[in-house]
Nanobody
Framework: QVQLVESGGGLVHAGGSLKLSCAAS?????MGWFRQAPGKERTFVAQ????????HYADSVKGRFTISRDNVKNTLYLQMNSLKPEDTGVYYC????????????WGQGTQVTVSA
């Protein structure tokens, strides 16, 4: 069982930046970020394979967000730039078991609030 702990959320003005981190207690496979706005379903934000050389983003964050990982530290990151109020929500880290693609582990989430 792998535990995921997110950090780095907070309150920022529109146009600002935040960097989220997700510390895993062990090695994982594919990792990703999802977010859930108030009253809405959880949606995909970005993902990255174990190798780090294959990433995928939701259209709404392309060019503004960058996902990366440090496999030595077992840590996932999400650099968020040019933040918009519609980026507000709880951001969840998720991971697959090592060598697999299916997301089975989830963090408890970190709140990101972007004020206009």
């Amino acid at each position: 069982q792998v535990q995921l702990v997110e950090s780095g959320g907070g309150l920022v003005h529109a146009g600002g930046s935040l960097k989220l981190s997700c510390a895993a207690s062990g090695r994982t496979g594919r990792m990703g970020w999802f977010r859930q706005a108030p009253g809405k379903e959880r949606t995909f934000v970005a993902q990255i394979l174990y190798s780090g050389n294959a990433t995928h983003y939701a259209d709404s964050v392309k060019g503004r967000f960058t996902i990366s990982r440090d496999n030595v530290k077992n840590t996932l990151y999400l650099q968020m730039n040019s933040l918009k109020p519609e980026d507000t929500g709880v951001y969840y880290c998720t991971a697959a078991a090592y060598g697999t693609l299916k997301y089975v582990y989830w963090g408890q989430g970190t709140q990101v609030t972007v004020s206009a």
